[in-house]
């Protein structure tokens, strides 16, 4: 029988403790081979219950489908996954190769190759200077990178990681990240559960969204995000504010008519796509540029000069606190939601990072 | 499989070599042993470091395994390093079961119950090494000093490491259940405790009991010494009988009226064996389903000293009264309830010692097991 596409598979899996507290309430998720998968939630979704199931440590109340075709809770499949949990513990009386060296050996791996392996992943995670000293002396940043290297000792199928980045420094964070697309494109299954959204989204093929112990959104971030793309049409002009407001609406008589006095100015296109006015930015809620073309030539027009035109699709973090806003909407979903981030709606120039995305930046991954 | 295994131990080796307390432990033991090494054996005298022991009327080979048996063994190995083991180990699955360490090891290719059974005899290898050391340190000290070369002293390694594994059981189950190592190490001292006060009681009373069976026994022959001649001192009315053979009345009247008086306290005794012999009975029932560790220790004993040896330790052995009792017929000789005690705990199987003791072990043990099986972590 020929391997699944699938690394991982789970249907139904839910996870009660004492009967009365419902952690996961039929989890659906399905992670392709050779991908990183990025799974989100607030605190308390779900998500380390679900990572501890997959790895044999919290026993579901009902669980289906399979992890590397094996059926989860399987134990010699754990022999083809390499785990990295949140809070680790490593033995403090062991230095960093012997960490490495223990855990493959508890993965089966004999001593040859546990040697040569520990030899590689030191040098790969940039530990080989410091991998002689007792761990009790390694900064969090540098136990990280040990625990990533025991994480693939096995050389793993899958991997899964829990909060890798965690008290990493930015190099470091970008190392680790580099290591993952390489891993990936081994061909090795990558599983992230990840509070640091633009970590996530930087190299995520596909994520996850869990909310209240249910997947709320998964697939593709373009996947996720696409009913909220748009494009923006930045324009310049020497006018203040107020003039330049006015020059625009002027221009575009069939889409504003009336005049307004709100900041936000709200019309449609003929084809129906909202548009909307914030100087000097116009937002259109459509991924065809053939929309936005009738528009540009009438801000041209009017003497208006473009500065710039992008299309854009919402940040990770913008899907993440949707989606999680969502259910507290719904009438007996009460659920606890983070405190909202500072909105992000105002485009900035391509190459900054500020929380909305141009689609498919190739500079990302 | 065997990879894991060798790893698991592997590691708990590096532990107990990261704890300052093994060395500490290690150290005491060998400076504890040194100080033994001060006593000499032979002959004629007992000395240490040359001091020459005063005249105890025992001999002093028999004195020499006395001291090596009630302090090396009883003392040490069986208390101060038993406390200083329980300290180092009580941690190991505690600190195996906090959060972030149990997940890196769960969720590795090994089966919670191999995990948990390779850690638990991983635990006991402190012990093991502990003892191996010490005990062969003792059998070239034994030797050398004493001329008395015996490798049934290595008996003591698995027996002190079956004793200790008793209470290490109960650690492992309180560390797994509450996850302390301060209550772990509390509760096992506790219980410890409990079994050792319920091994003494049990002791006492069977003392009590032995007693009162030999008094009785003693009784019993008593009455049955006076129903005899007064049975023969009954006047016959045999015609022909010569007048000096008919009992003197005043002599015939004292023989029933001890024969009564010993009836009546063999009446009480009665009695006083039923009851020592109930309470005993409870006490012993208790016992029987818990760990003895005093037994399983004293097992070395009977390795080391044999009967006759210890009879000589007794104090009336070597009393220094020089009259000898006088026996006759109407006063049997009083038999040592310590010895009858002595000997009854000899009698008792190894088996049953260690066997029942075990059984306890494989009860906690698999409650242990079951909780860590069971527990999401």
Redesign the interface.
């Known amino acids: 029988m020929g391997a699944s596409s699938l690394a991982i598979d789970l249907r139904s899996v839910a996870k009660v403790?004492k009967g009365r507290i419902h952690a996961l309430r039929g989890i659906d998720m399905k992670v392709n081979r050779g991908e990183i998968f990025g799974l989100l939630g607030p605190n308390g979704a779900g998500k380390s219950t679900l990572v501890?199931i997959m790895?044999?440590?919290?026993?579901p109340t009902h669980a289906e489908g399979t992890i590397l075709d094996n059926p989860i809770g399987h134990?010699?499949?754990?022999?083809r996954?390499g785990?990295l949990?949140?809070?680790?513990?490593?033995?403090?009386?062991?230095t960093g190769r012997?960490t490495i060296e223990?855990?493959a050996?508890?993965?089966?791996?004999?001593?040859p190759t546990r040697k040569k392996r520990a030899d590689e992943l030191l040098d790969l995670v940039g530990m080989r200077e410091s991998a002689d000293r007792d761990l009790s002396t390694y900064s969090k940043g540098m136990a990280q990178r040990i625990g990533l290297a025991?994480a693939m000792a096995n050389d793993p199928d899958l991997i899964?990681l829990d909060e890798p980045t965690d008290g990493v420094d930015p190099v470091g964070r970008r190392d680790i990240r580099n290591v993952l697309l390489r891993l990936r494109d081994q061909g090795k299954t990558i599983f992230i559960n990840s509070h640091l959204l633009s970590e996530l989204e930087m190299i995520s093929d596909r994520v996850a969204i869990l909310v209240q112990g249910q997947v709320a959104r998964q697939g593709t971030i373009n996947e996720l995000t696409i009913t909220d793309q748009r494009y923006e049409i930045e324009v310049a002009s020497h006018d203040d504010a107020a003039q330049l407001r006015q020059r625009i609406i002027q221009s575009l008589p069939a889409i504003f008519p009336a005049p307004h006095s709100t900041m936000d100015l709200v019309g449609t296109l003929a084809a129906g796509h909202k548009i909307t006015l914030r100087t000097p930015v116009l937002s259109i809620s459509t991924t065809d540029p053939a929309h936005i073309q009738e528009l540009l030539d009438s801000l041209r027009r009017g003497g208006l000069v473009i500065r710039r035109i992008q299309q854009l699709r919402p940040s990770l973090e913008e899907l993440f606190i949707g989606t999680v806003e969502l259910p507290q909407q719904r009438p007996g979903f009460p659920v606890t939601v983070p405190p909202p981030l500072p909105s992000a709606s105002i485009a900035t120039p391509p190459s900054t990072y500020s929380g909305q995305n141009p689609v498919a930046p190739p500079s990302l991954k | 499989?065997i990879?894991?295994t060798?790893?698991?131990f592997?590691?708990a080796y590096?532990?107990l070599?990261?704890r300052k307390l093994f060395w500490i432990t290690l150290i005491l033991s060998a400076v504890a042993m040194l100080g033994f090494a001060g006593f000499h054996a032979d002959d004629q005298a007992l000395t240490y470091f040359g001091f020459k022991f005063p005249d105890l009327s025992i001999p002093s080979r028999i004195l020499y395994k006395h001291f090596f048996s009630s302090f090396v063994i009883g003392f040490w190995l069986t208390f101060v390093s038993a406390i200083l083991a329980l300290i180092s180990t009580a941690s190991i699955f505690p600190d195996l079961v906090?959060?972030?360490?149990?997940?890196?090891?769960?969720?590795?290719?090994?089966?919670r119950l191999r995990l948990f059974f390779t850690k638990y005899l991983a635990g006991l290898l402190f012990v093991f090494i502990q003892v191996s050391l010490f005990i062969t340190l003792a059998f070239f000290v034994l030797g050398i000093r004493s001329g008395s070369w015996k490798p049934a002293l290595f008996w003591g390694i698995p027996i002190v490491v079956c004793f200790f594994s008793y209470l290490f059981a109960i650690c492992v189950f309180i560390g797994v259940f509450w996850r302390s190592t301060l209550t772990a190490i509390f509760l096992t001292l506790l219980f410890w405790g409990i079994c050792y006060s319920l091994s003494l009681t049990e002791l006492i009373l069977l003392n009590v009991r032995t007693d009162a069976e030999l008094t009785l026994n003693r009784l019993n022959m008593q009455v049955d010494t006076y129903d005899k001649r007064i049975a023969r001192m009954q006047p016959t009315s045999q015609p022909g009988q010569p007048p000096s053979t008919q009992p003197e009345p005043r002599l015939l009247a004292d023989f029933k009226a001890t024969r009564e008086r010993l009836a009546a306290e063999q009446h009480e005794s009665v009695s006083s064996v039923a009851t020592w012999k109930r309470w005993h009975g409870i006490f012993f029932s208790v016992k029987s389903f818990l760990p003895k560790t005093t037994e399983t220790i004293a097992l070395l004993d009977r390795i080391l000293v044999s009967r006759e040896e210890t009879a000589e330790l007794m104090p009336e052995h070597h009393g220094k009264s020089t009259s000898k009792p006088v026996h006759d017929e109407f006063e049997p000789p009083r038999a040592r309830p310590e010895i009858e005690t002595q000997n009854k705990l000899r009698d008792r199987s190894v088996s049953w010692i260690v066997g029942t003791s075990l059984l306890f072990e494989a009860v906690v043990l698999s409650l242990a097991a079951w909780i860590f099986q069971?527990r999401?972590?």
């Open positions: 403790y501890k790895t044999t440590i919290v026993r134990k010699p499949t754990l022999g996954v785990y949990p949140e809070n680790h513990r490593f033995p403090r009386y062991l012997q223990f855990f050996a508890l993965s089966n791996v004999d001593r025991q899964i | 499989m990879i894991q060798i790893a698991i592997h590691d590096r532990d070599a990261d906090s959060g972030g360490s149990i997940d890196l090891f769960l969720s590795k290719p090994i089966s069971r999401d972590f």
